[in-house]
């Protein structure tokens, strides 16, 4: 797997000043570390993490999303969800990271179903992104809605506003 961070620093917890440049200027925070100590262990047992990418952890209390790229099965990333769970001790969400906004934020809202997708243009200029998704599947996400729409924002950077229909 390809990391921010360099594979020796991250195992050893002793950052070279290419790495805790990184560290400092806040491309790499706290949660990431953690995220990536566990990748780094975790490679060895799970051999598909060879093929991918990891982008960066999202830490919203309760849990916790970690973001990889490069085509994961369905099947892999709920291994390792789980796998990751058992290590920091915090319930994770793995979302793999893709430029289309409609199938990230079908990841990020699961087991919701997504109706449609939005944008709104305000007289301000800014866009807003109105995400449809259905009354039924309210349950999932009504109790943590504004966590919903801050993580589309953090992830995509569009805000986000989620709407029940």
Sequence with gaps: MKYPL??????????????QRKIESGVVTSDDIKVLQALVNLEEKLKFLKKGEYVKSIDLGEYMVVLIKNGFEQVELAMLEKELSDIIGKRIKVIEHVSD??????QIIAPASLLGINKIWLPTGEEIVSVRISRRDRKYIAKNKDQYEELIEKISGIKARIVFE
């Design 101 to 106: 906004l409609k199938k990230l934020i079908e």
């Design 6 to 19: 360099d594979k020796i620093c991250v195992k050893s917890g002793v950052f070279c000043p290419s790495c």
